[in-house]
């Protein structure tokens, strides 16, 4: 069933393609009846074309964003359902048709996951070696009262706001990231099958390992979050891949450390974790965040990056700062100042209204907002 869930979910790709499909349902329209042929329950032809269709939406995005994607193609034997399965007694039925069905059992961990009551099972995913299931669940918002932002960092992840100040290190993903290059650079042997082989193996053993140290970081976050009942602030970085392309002239190994930089990681990280307990996520434009690093959070003024590494001397307050921390705070106070006016703080004006008029960036409600750095 999952070789003839992969060839549904090919047919329906070479289909969205010769006919430009752009959405679900032209796409389901022209690619159903040629599903006919495929002796499978119609469960999973709904899925295949659900499935096919997001793999030709993320090729659109990479499209868009200037990228040359290669051919999408569904290579391993899958299946894929949100319709018909059912959780009896910890086991998942996998429907096969004719009222038959797959029996799944599950592990004691899973089991008690989705004994919650207030959870929504979704879909689930099933592959040769590995079973995943989707589940949501609704959530009240919590008040938040302040905003902390995280200014991501190769070594550190900072996160700053009204309470407190805390760095997190992240060297350890550094140097298992420069550890796996050296590894890999070590091997010889010229024949590009096995170099691949070698390649994915510790490449998939890197990512494992950086991604087990980020999902303890991202839950302390979201942990000092909740208990500040602060929002989190995010500045938008997706542009810094552009500064470390080949041909900006610099070192191949400068190049190497600062590509494998997990930035993006972090953030889907606390994003789903924060979401997931009802905590407020700011996206920050790039024009909302632009100068972070290079505008005293005290003062206001201009400040510039001297000799000392990473630090940065305000002329105006006669002090030194750390380079990470000021930019976490200025994140910090953009990200209040967004979080107070998508609460209607500023009031406007109407025509009719009793109180003095009120005028946009000038009357709005101020916020007083003081830091104090723990040492």
């Avoid at 090919?10 to 969205?16: H, L």
């Avoid at 207030?118 to 918002?141: G, H, K, M, Q, Y």
């Avoid at 839950?219 to 500040?228: F, N, R, Y």
């Avoid at 025509?351 to 907002?369: C, E, Q």
Wanted: with cysteine; charged share 25%.
């Amino acid at each position: 069933m999952m070789k003839i869930f992969r060839n549904m979910v090919n047919d329906c790709i070479r289909i969205g393609l010769e006919k430009d499909a752009s959405n679900r349902m032209k796409l389901s329209n022209l690619s159903y009846s040629q599903l006919a042929k495929y002796n499978i329950i119609s469960y999973y032809k709904l899925a295949a074309i659900s499935h096919a269709m997001g793999i030709l939406a993320n090729r659109k995005k990479s499209l868009k964003r200037g990228l040359k994607p290669r051919q999408p193609y569904a290579r391993q034997p899958l299946l894929v359902s949100c319709y018909g399965f059912k959780i009896i007694n910890e086991v998942l039925k996998v429907p096969l048709g004719k009222r038959r069905y797959y029996d799944i059992p599950l592990n004691n961990y899973v089991t008690r996951i989705l004994s919650d009551s207030l959870l929504r099972i979704r879909s689930f995913t099933l592959t040769a070696d590995l079973l995943s299931i989707n589940i949501s669940r609704e959530v009240a918002e919590i008040e938040c009262n302040s905003v902390e932002g995280v200014d991501r960092n190769l070594h550190n992840v900072t996160l700053c706001g009204s309470n407190a100040m805390i760095q997190y290190d992240l060297s350890k993903a550094v140097d298992i990231a420069e550890n796996t290059r050296s590894i890999i650079r070590s091997f010889k042997r010229n024949d590009i099958r096995i170099r691949r082989k070698i390649y994915r193996k510790y490449g998939m053993r890197r990512k494992q390992r950086v991604n087990q140290l980020l999902h303890r970081l991202t839950k302390v976050v979201v942990q000092q979050a909740i208990q500040s009942k602060s929002a989190i602030a995010f500045e938008n970085i997706n542009h810094i891949r552009r500064l470390y392309q080949k041909g900006s002239f610099q070192g191949r190994a400068f190049r190497g450390k600062l590509n494998s930089w997990s930035f993006a990681e972090v953030k889907r990280q606390i994003e789903y974790k924060a979401r997931w307990e009802g905590l407020p996520i700011i996206q920050l434009s790039v024009g909302d965040t632009r100068g972070t690093s290079q505008v005293c959070p005290r003062c206001g003024k201009k400040i510039t990056q001297v000799d000392r590494f990473r630090q940065l001397w305000c002329a105006g307050c006669r002090i030194w700062m750390d380079r990470d921390v000021v930019a976490a705070m200025n994140i910090s106070i953009r990200g209040l100042a967004r979080f107070a006016s998508s609460k209607g703080l500023a009031g406007e004006a109407m025509k009719g209204n009793p109180t003095t008029t009120v005028i946009l960036r000038v009357d709005a409600s101020k916020l007083a907002f003081r830091r104090e750095l723990k040492s």
